[in-house]
């Protein structure tokens, strides 16, 4: 019985000797890469283009209509219809770290978020993932036409009869005599003929729509009526246009992106012109619309931080408060207060100290800031 007994003590001897010595033969080096954030503007810029186009009768608008058209000349006319900021994240490339432990590793175990922002330190990140961005491209279809064309109307017949001059020899009661008897053939129409032909289309349809909406004729009330004067309305702007000239409207977005890296300073998101829209940066008579930062607040004194090495400690932001302005040259469009992580300062906390004291960490992983400190 004794010796059984040695035996068992000698066995559980050596294994916990053996697993002690495995332990301390765990030397192995664990590397952790991570960054803290910094913050990036998007900003969708809304557009609005109108494409005139001028009648092929504008110049005898006034004389044959008694008005006055305004668009005389093709071209493209845009406005800014809506400005929408938003901010994202994104790793500061200034900012990269690597955490390195070997042996021991639970005290200095991170939590990082999907983008590597680093989000606490032996604890469980309790930071809700980022939102999936929706990305939707609506492209431009610039329009080209430069004349409005009567031949595009339905009711337009581009042929007009002509009666070219015949004479026949007939005998009448005993005696011949000459009878005119035209030969009806078609011709293309010129361009008086079509203005002709459209100012006389306008005043019919005009008289026709005072006619009915006097009740001169047979169309009952209702829905009939309603019917033939939207089609009058119809025909006569179609033929207006040949003296008024017409215009489409088209609307697309464009996004850019504005990273602000100093205070004080506009960094410029795109440059716009009423006759062109968008046009490239180099453009520097063109009017610029950027994002400038004011009235930086930062919670801490540079003085404070202590240096370390960068693998026995861990950083993090002391983010900077201030206000976010959307410029239009010099003039603030919008401004608004907000978080601005890059332009605050960088902090160290030394790994012996969260391993000796027991401590966790928690972090805000869009900011890179100190969200709360724990004892485990």
Not at 324 to 350: A, C, D, H, R, Y
Request: charged share 25%; aromatic share 10%.
């Amino acid at each position: 019985m004794r010796k059984i007994a040695f035996v068992l003590l000698l066995t559980a001897g050596i294994f916990f000797s053996v697993t002690a010595q495995k332990k301390k033969e765990i030397t192995t080096p664990l590397t952790v890469n991570y960054c803290l954030p910094k913050v990036a503007y998007q900003v969708k810029v809304q557009l609005e283009c109108t494409h005139q186009v001028p009648g092929p009768f504008w110049k005898n608008a006034e004389r044959e209509l008694g008005v006055k058209p305004d668009i005389t000349v093709a071209g493209n006319y845009w406005r800014i219809v809506d400005i929408e900021m938003k901010p994202y994240y994104i790793p500061d490339e200034n900012a990269m770290y690597a955490m390195t432990s070997s042996g021991d590793y639970n005290p200095v175990m991170l939590s990082l978020s999907p983008e590597g922002f680093i989000a606490g330190v032996a604890a469980r990140s309790s930071a809700s993932p980022m939102p999936d961005a929706v990305w939707s491209y609506v492209p431009f279809q610039e329009e080209t036409e430069e004349v409005v064309d009567i031949t595009s109307l339905n009711t337009y017949n581009p042929l007009k009869e002509v009666l070219d001059t015949n004479y026949t020899y007939q005998e009448i009661d005993g005696v011949m005599k000459k009878i005119w008897d035209p030969i009806v053939r078609y011709t293309t129409k010129s361009a008086e003929d079509n203005m002709s032909e459209a100012v006389k289309e306008i005043f019919r349809i005009r008289s026709e729509r005072t006619r009915l909406l006097a009740a001169e004729n047979s169309v009952p009330d209702g829905e009939s009526l309603r019917i033939i004067l939207k089609e009058f309305d119809r025909m006569e702007k179609d033929y207006l246009m040949l003296f008024m000239g017409k215009e489409s409207v088209q609307r697309f977005e464009q996004t850019f992106t504005v990273v602000p890296e100093k205070a004080g300073e506009t960094v410029v998101a795109f440059r716009f012109t009423e006759a062109a829209g968008i046009v490239p940066k180099r453009n520097v008579s063109a009017m610029a619309y950027g994002i400038r930062v004011d009235n930086v607040i930062v919670p801490s004194a540079p003085s404070d931080n202590t240096t370390v090495p960068a693998s026995s400690a861990i950083y993090y932001r002391v983010p900077a408060t201030a206000t976010v302005s959307l410029m239009k040259v010099n003039e603030v469009v919008q401004s608004f207060p907000t978080v601005v992580p890059q332009l605050g300062v960088i902090k160290t906390i030394p790994t012996d100290v969260i391993s000796n004291e027991g401590l966790s960490l928690e972090f805000y992983p869009q900011y890179g800031s100190l969200k709360s400190i724990n004892k485990k």
